[in-house]
């Protein structure tokens, strides 16, 4: 690849080079790029926003992240916060903090993920901002979408004697992370030594290109069932049980043998002497879907492909407890990765 210093072209030359060819795809998009501010049109449907920010050293290492795979993630994960809405995500901005090390061509190829991830998930890229960094890549993200009013769905409205679901399997993008970082320091220590990344295909896609779970929410608008509470599980399945049940005044139960692992990841964890369980419970950057449905949804849903049963609700005063394959119970606790702690070692994942 050849390299090009960002300042052949300059600020304003960048984002020309990087969005001239942008093509809307959403009504609601009035105006996107190329103003003071993007104009959209909702036609009174109630309008979903949310926004993340990856950090350098922190989210992601570049060491070991193609650029391309990191546009494609910062623009997935903010569609995953409207499709735990029940919501459609449509327009995206995206602002950038950008070392001197930065080239034009490293910046295609962030900019091709974002373009790719945009086109899988029909969202338009309206617009965004530039700057410079003195501490590495900083990538803020804000998505919009929309939904009916009577389809929004809440973190809030569980009530007890309720399902509790989950799509696809759980600790894969945790352990993907832990084999990045194993093989990272391997390679430090010998940089002539290759990394051995063979049987293990699935754990890496998963922490380095998740895909936000459109395709449940369409199944579930496709079979008729509307969750009575959801969320995206990007803090790990502990973490999210424990917002839906303190935000909906219930308690709940799981049962570990139902919790759903992939083979790679109980290979992984094995590997490195570590719990799949306790992986899938507090590891994160999953980013399927967590949800609660009525009782009598039930036999539906256990027959559905790519999700799970993995417990149900009950009063608040009961507490958040998971009984384990040997039948013993314990209360549930969340340990997911938190901001501000005082020593963070290397990326973390949030």
């Given at each position: 690849?050849?390299?090009?210093?960002?300042?052949?072209?300059?600020?304003?030359?960048?984002?020309?080079?990087?969005?001239?060819?942008?093509?809307?795809?959403?009504?609601?998009?009035?105006?996107?790029?190329?103003?003071?501010?993007?104009?959209?049109?909702?036609?009174?449907?109630?309008?979903?926003?949310?926004?993340?920010?990856?950090?350098?050293?922190?989210?992601?290492d570049?060491?070991?992240?193609?650029?391309?795979?990191?546009?494609?993630?910062?623009?997935?994960?903010?569609a995953?916060?409207?499709?735990?809405?029940?919501?459609?995500?449509?327009?995206i901005?995206?602002?950038?903090?950008?070392?001197?090390?930065?080239?034009?061509?490293?910046?295609?190829e962030?900019?091709?993920?974002?373009?790719?991830?945009?086109?899988?998930?029909?969202?338009?890229?309206?617009?965004?901002?530039?700057?410079?960094?003195?501490?590495?890549?900083?990538?803020?993200?804000?998505?919009l979408?929309?939904?009916?009013?009577?389809?929004?769905?809440?973190?809030?409205?569980?009530?007890?004697?309720?399902?509790?679901?989950?799509?696809?399997?759980?600790?894969?993008?945790?352990?993907?992370?832990?084999?990045?970082?194993?093989?990272?320091?391997?390679?430090?220590?010998?940089?002539?030594?290759?990394?051995?990344?063979?049987?293990?295909?699935?754990?890496?896609?998963?922490?380095?290109?998740?895909?936000?779970?459109?395709?449940?929410?369409?199944?579930?608008?496709?079979?008729g069932?509307?969750?009575?509470?959801?969320?995206d599980?990007?803090?790990?399945?502990?973490?999210?049980?424990?917002?839906?049940?303190?935000?909906?005044?219930?308690?709940?139960?799981?049962?570990?043998?139902?919790?759903?692992?992939?083979?790679?990841?109980?290979k992984?964890?094995?590997?490195?002497?570590?719990?799949?369980?306790?992986?899938?419970?507090?590891?994160?950057?999953?980013?399927?879907?967590?949800?609660?449905?009525?009782?009598?949804r039930?036999?539906?849903?256990?027959?559905?492909?790519?999700?799970s049963?993995?417990?149900?609700?009950?009063?608040?005063?009961?507490?958040?407890?998971?009984?384990?394959?040997?039948g013993?119970?314990?209360?549930?606790?969340?340990?997911?990765?938190?901001?501000?702690?005082?020593?963070?070692?290397?990326?973390?994942h949030?």
């Amino acid at each position: 690849m050849s390299y090009t210093e960002l300042s052949a072209l300059g600020e304003f030359g960048l984002i020309d080079h990087l969005t001239r060819d942008i093509r809307l795809k959403n009504a609601s998009t009035r105006k996107g790029v190329g103003d003071d501010a993007a104009v959209l049109d909702y036609e009174g449907k109630r309008v979903l926003v949310s926004t993340d920010m990856l950090i350098e050293g922190v989210h992601f290492d570049l060491a070991y992240t193609p650029l391309k795979h990191l546009g494609y993630k910062a623009v997935a994960v903010n569609a995953s916060d409207i499709y735990a809405m029940n919501g459609t995500p449509r327009q995206i901005t995206l602002s950038l903090a950008l070392s001197n090390h930065a080239s034009i061509e490293g910046m295609e190829e962030f900019y091709a993920g974002v373009y790719l991830a945009c086109e899988r998930y029909g969202i338009d890229l309206v617009g965004g901002d530039t700057t410079s960094s003195r501490t590495g890549m900083c990538i803020s993200v804000t998505v919009l979408g929309e939904a009916e009013e009577e389809e929004v769905v809440y973190r809030n409205t569980a009530a007890p004697n309720q399902l509790i679901c989950v799509s696809g399997d759980l600790g894969a993008a945790y352990m993907g992370l832990q084999l990045l970082e194993r093989e990272k320091v391997v390679f430090q220590g010998n940089d002539r030594t290759q990394p051995d990344f063979a049987g293990y295909e699935y754990i890496l896609e998963r922490q380095l290109k998740p895909e936000a779970r459109r395709d449940i929410v369409e199944l579930l608008r496709e079979k008729g069932v509307r969750p009575t509470a959801m969320i995206d599980i990007s803090d790990g399945l502990a973490s999210e049980v424990m917002h839906i049940c303190k935000d909906s005044k219930v308690g709940c139960n799981l049962y570990e043998e139902r919790i759903p692992i992939d083979y790679q990841t109980f290979k992984m964890a094995e590997e490195l002497n570590m719990n799949a369980t306790v992986c899938a419970l507090s590891g994160g950057e999953d980013y399927e879907l967590l949800f609660t449905a009525p009782l009598d949804r039930h036999d539906l849903l256990s027959a559905l492909p790519g999700i799970s049963v993995i417990g149900h609700t009950c009063r608040e005063e009961e507490g958040c407890r998971m009984t384990t394959r040997d039948g013993n119970t314990f209360e549930l606790k969340a340990q997911g990765w938190t901001n501000f702690t005082k020593k963070e070692e290397g990326p973390s994942h949030e």
